[in-house]
C-alpha cells in the first residue's frame, strides 16, 4: 500500500512555544491529506482536511488560529501547533489517499506524533 | 449524527480463540467500512476495507463483514495469537470524513 511518513514521532516542548510537525506522502501525490487527533484512551478524532494550495477545512470545535495547516505541495501537509499548552498534549496523525488505488477511499496513515507540552 | 460504536471497549481470550470484534454506525450511507490495528503509541494498520456494495472481506486469520442496512460490522479473527494484542479500530468512510469508534482492546494470553 501506500506510505505516508509524518516527523517528528515524538516531541516534547515548553508552554507557549510552537510545534511544527509534518505529513509526507513518499510514493503518492496527495491533493488532500486529513489530520486527526486522539488522547489517551480515546479514538481518533478528525481536526481538519488539508488542500493542497488551498485554505484547510477545520472541524467544529478546533481552533483554526492555534492549528495552522499548510499544504504547499502534493506530497507535505504541515500542521502547527502555536502556543502550545500542556491541554494540547496529544498523539497527532495524519492520512491521506492515494488517487491512483482508484475509487477505493481507502485513506493511509502516518506513524504518529506525540507531543508533550510541560 | 454520525456515530461509530465498538462492543465490547475490551476482550482478554486465551491463544487460539476464535473471537468476534462489533462495529456499529447510526447512519448507513457510507462509502467503505475500515478496520484498523493500532499498538500501544504506534500509528494505524489497515487490517481490512469493505465498500459498501460489498459483503465481507477476508485476509488470512481475519474475516470482516459488513451489513449496511443494519449498520452493524464485525471482525472476525480465528486462531488468535498473543500476537495479536492490539487496539482494534473500526472507522466508516463518510464522503471525505472518516469516523472512528473508540476501539476494542484486545489480549490474547499465552
Known amino acids: 500500500g501506500a506510505v505516508v511518513s509524518q516527523h517528528p514521532s515524538w516531541v516534547i516542548c515548553k508552554s507557549g512555544t510552537s510545534v511544527k510537525i509534518e505529513c509526507r506522502s513518499l510514493?503518492?501525490?496527495?491533493?488532500?491529506m486529513f489530520w486527526y487527533r486522539q488522547f489517551p484512551k480515546q479514538s481518533l478524532m478528525l481536526m481538519a482536511t488539508s488542500n493542497e494550495g488551498s485554505k484547510a477545512t477545520y472541524e467544529q470545535g478546533v481552533e483554526k488560529d492555534k492549528f495552522l495547516i499548510n499544504h504547499a505541495s502534493l506530497t507535505l501537509s504541515t500542521l502547527t501547533v502555536t502556543s502550545a499548552h500542556p491541554e494540547d498534549s496529544s498523539f497527532y496523525i495524519c492520512?491521506?489517499?492515494?488517487?491512483?488505488?482508484?475509487?477505493?477511499?481507502?485513506?493511509?496513515f502516518g506513524e504518529g506524533s506525540r507531543l508533550t507540552v510541560l | 449524527k454520525q456515530e461509530v460504536t465498538q462492543i465490547p471497549a475490551a476482550l482478554s481470550v486465551p491463544e487460539g480463540e476464535n473471537l468476534v470484534l462489533n462495529c456499529s454506525f447510526t447512519?448507513?450511507?457510507?462509502?467503505?467500512l475500515q478496520w484498523f490495528r493500532q499498538d500501544p503509541g504506534k500509528g494505524l494498520t489497515s487490517l481490512l476495507l469493505?465498500?459498501?456494495?460489498?459483503r465481507e472481506q477476508t485476509s488470512g486469520r481475519l474475516n470482516a463483514s459488513l451489513d449496511k442496512s443494519s449498520g452493524r460490522s464485525t471482525l472476525y479473527i480465528a486462531a488468535s495469537q498473543p500476537g495479536d494484542s492490539a487496539t482494534y479500530l473500526c472507522?466508516?468512510?463518510?464522503?471525505?470524513?472518516?469516523?472512528f469508534g473508540a476501539g476494542t482492546i484486545l489480549r490474547v494470553k499465552s
Open positions: 447512519d448507513s450511507a457510507i462509502y467503505n
Open positions: 469493505i465498500q459498501s456494495s460489498q
Open positions: 510514493d503518492f501525490q496527495a491533493t488532500t
Open positions: 472507522a466508516v468512510l463518510y464522503g471525505n470524513k472518516l469516523v
Open positions: 492520512s491521506a489517499r492515494d488517487p491512483s488505488q482508484g475509487g477505493t477511499g481507502e485513506l493511509f
